[in-house]
């Protein structure tokens, strides 16, 4: 193998998750709440939290101010000045309320080689969100939710920054830059996690993790990373839309031999029809004839009836058959029978119209 990329991407700026409409925003995407048309609840696993991911982050609120901000509380003389929720007035502050981590292992091209080893993937970024809360004690991580669903397979990780001993304010407060600071994340995020991501692939895939390309920036942006994602996306998108395309192409030219078979088919039924109606007319001219080369005649011409009706019933299976073929060919929302239908329909009309003129 030559080897897996590895990418850590924390949310910032753009992609900064600083209210709560954006929190949400986060949620439908790493919960797939928008139900894709590739969405698949099984390539969708839940390592920690819930399908409710705001609720989720409150949670971790609660459980880690809830005790500061009474102390903040009972030490305020005014009412004005105290604090009811401290989720509702960081989310109002348009400060980093909590803090997206995307972590990835090997890219698309990997993946289309390597696609067996998808099942192993849950495994492994359970290992490594147990490393990330080990670098990162201070993140405490409110849900972790690995997708399997699309071309690479990846894990998103909410989690909120928890930064102690202010003396104004809440002594305990959210702090995204008290928790990752440049140092952290170039020695931590994108040093040794990599290094125990490297691990992980050798033990798992007997391979390695490539060198980290030169010149990155070590707070790489989960915006920038979305992006790359769905520039995949579309990539894949368009191939796919091309061969759909040829196979539509393939179709029409399908439809167009079996509408010139069901023509043929139709002038050869009614032909068969004309000749079994004027056998019978004449079997039932000579059919009380006494004389015996007129009966001998009536004979061949029953005969001649009966093979005719044969010949038609044949001819009528075939059209049947045609029929269900040209039904199951969908073109721009109709099938192929509703069209040939309406065409005959509107032939028929023409030639009734055209003899009623010449019967004036």
């Known amino acids: 193998m030559a080897g897996m990329s590895f990418s850590a991407h924390i949310s910032n700026k753009k992609s ?5 409409t954006k929190l949400e925003g986060v949620a439908k995407h790493n919960l797939r709440k928008y139900k894709s048309s590739d969405y698949s609840a099984n390539n969708i696993v839940i390592l920690q939290g819930t399908k409710n991911l705001v609720r989720d982050v409150k949670s971790i609120y609660h ?38 981590i995307i972590i990835q292992l090997g890219d698309r091209e990997y993946w289309k080689e390597n696609e067996f080893n998808k099942i192993y993937m849950k495994r492994i970024y ?18 972790a939710v690995v997708h399997l669903d699309e071309d690479s397979p990846h894990m998103h990780v909410v989690g909120v920054p928890v930064a102690y001993g202010y003396t104004r304010g809440l002594s305990k407060q959210v702090s ?12 931590l995020l994108q040093g040794e996690l990599r290094v125990y991501a490297n691990r992980m692939v050798d033990i798992w895939f007997q391979d390695t993790i490539k060198e980290k390309a030169k010149g990155r920036n070590h707070d790489l942006s989960v915006a920038e ?24 192409v393939a179709l029409k030219e399908e ?21 079994a109606e004027q056998a019978q007319q004449v079997y039932e001219l000579i059919k009380y004839d006494s004389e015996a080369s007129l009966r001998t005649r009536c004979i061949d011409a029953i005969v001649e009836n009966q093979q005719l009706k044969e010949e038609n019933a044949k001819l009528r299976e075939s059209l049947r058959k045609a029929y269900d073929f040209m039904e199951k060919i969908v073109i721009d ?5 509703e069209r040939f239908m309406e065409s005959l329909t509107k032939a028929t009309e023409r030639v009734i119209d055209e003899w009623r003129i010449i019967r004036r």
Request: glycine share 2%.
């Open 63 to 100: 459980q880690e101010f809830d005790a500061a901000l009474k102390d903040y509380n009972e030490r305020q003389k005014r009412e004005d000045r105290k604090i009811p929720d401290y989720f509702e007035h960081v989310a109002n502050k348009e400060q980093d309320m909590a803090v997206e």
């Open 225 to 248: 990373y979305k992006v790359a994602k769905e520039t995949e996306k579309y990539e894949r998108l368009k191939d796919e839309y091309v061969n759909t395309e040829r196979e539509v």
């Open 176 to 187: 995204k830059r008290w928790v990752f600071t440049p140092e952290t994340l170039s020695e």
């Open 16 to 20: 900064g998750i600083t209210s709560k």
């Open 333 to 337: 929302g109709r099938n192929m029978l």
């Open 255 to 275: 439809a167009a031999s079996a509408k010139k078979a069901v023509e043929v088919l139709n002038e050869q039924a009614r032909e068969a029809e004309d000749r």
């Open 126 to 143: 359970g290992c490594l969100l147990d490393e990330l809360k080990r670098l990162f004690p201070n993140f405490i991580v409110a849900n």
